[in-house]
């Protein structure tokens, strides 16, 4: 296996609120390109090449790849939490693996309309909309996600998922209901 040099510059760098896998970023790579990934919490720098040998299964999954049969493009392939293996390509930060006081969980900026749009959603028919709301505009106020999870009586990895759903999706985070498989 060919060893990560991060001196090398590298072909495509972009940031997210987690560990992602862009296929209209990567896939354009030659397999001797490498890529950045910026979060907050971390950078990974990979090759192509080393991205599938190493991540073979998201490279393989729907999500990334998407449906021959149906034609559907993938979109990304996002990690909750930064598996083992990505380690090897971590270039920058802690490296840690679980949410918590050392990792800040802060909404990025809005824009005016992503702002009321949010406090609309506080009168929503769906509770779980509303929830959301309430944890973002908290989080926008200069809530802490310890704080936020005492206030709503929520896990830190609710608190975590809404902020990081909505730092990816914006707006339309809000009606994604889908919970996160194991």
Same mark, same amino acid.
């Given at each position: 296996? @060919?060893?990560? /040099?991060?001196?090398?510059?590298?072909?495509?760098?972009?940031?997210?609120?987690?560990?992602? +896998?862009?296929?209209?970023?990567?896939?354009?790579?030659?397999? =001797?390109?490498? +890529?950045?990934?910026?979060?907050?919490?971390? !950078? +990974?720098?990979? !090759?192509k090449e080393q991205f599938y040998?190493? +991540?073979?299964?998201?490279? #393989?999954?729907?999500?990334?790849?998407?449906?021959?049969?149906?034609?559907?493009?993938?979109?990304?392939?996002?990690?909750?939490? &930064?598996?083992?293996?990505?380690? @090897?390509?971590? $270039?920058?930060?802690?490296? @840690?693996?679980?949410? %918590?006081?050392?990792?800040?969980?802060?909404?990025?900026?809005?824009?005016?309309? #992503?702002?009321?749009?949010? =406090?609309?959603?506080?009168?929503?028919?769906?509770?779980?909309?509303?929830?959301?709301?309430? $944890?973002?505009? &908290?989080?926008?106020? %200069?809530?802490?996600?310890?704080? $936020?999870?005492?206030?709503? /009586?929520?896990? $830190?990895?609710?608190? &975590?998922?809404?902020?990081?759903?909505? /730092?990816?999706?914006?707006?339309?985070?809000?009606?994604?209901?889908?919970?996160?498989?194991?």
């Open positions: 296996m @060919k060893h990560h /040099n991060t001196n090398t510059q590298p072909k495509v760098v972009y940031e997210r609120s987690r560990l992602t +896998f862009i296929p209209k970023l990567i896939e354009p790579l030659e397999p =001797e390109d490498s +890529f950045r990934v910026v979060t907050p919490q971390a !950078t +990974f720098q990979m !090759t040998e190493d +991540f073979h299964h998201v490279v #393989e999954s729907s999500t990334y790849a998407g449906d021959l049969q149906s034609g559907k493009k993938g979109k990304r392939y996002s990690y909750w939490k &930064a598996p083992r293996k990505a380690y @090897k390509y971590l $270039i920058s930060g802690e490296g @840690k693996t679980e949410w %918590g006081p050392h990792h800040p969980v802060v909404v990025r900026s809005v824009s005016k309309k #992503e702002r009321q749009t949010l =406090e609309e959603g506080l009168t929503s028919s769906q509770p779980v909309v509303q929830r959301r709301c309430r $944890i973002l505009l &908290a989080s926008l106020d %200069g809530q802490s996600a310890k704080e $936020i999870s005492q206030a709503q /009586n929520s896990s $830190i990895n609710t608190i &975590a998922r809404a902020v990081h759903d909505f /730092n990816d999706n914006g707006v339309a985070a809000l009606w994604k209901h889908k919970r996160p498989y194991k």
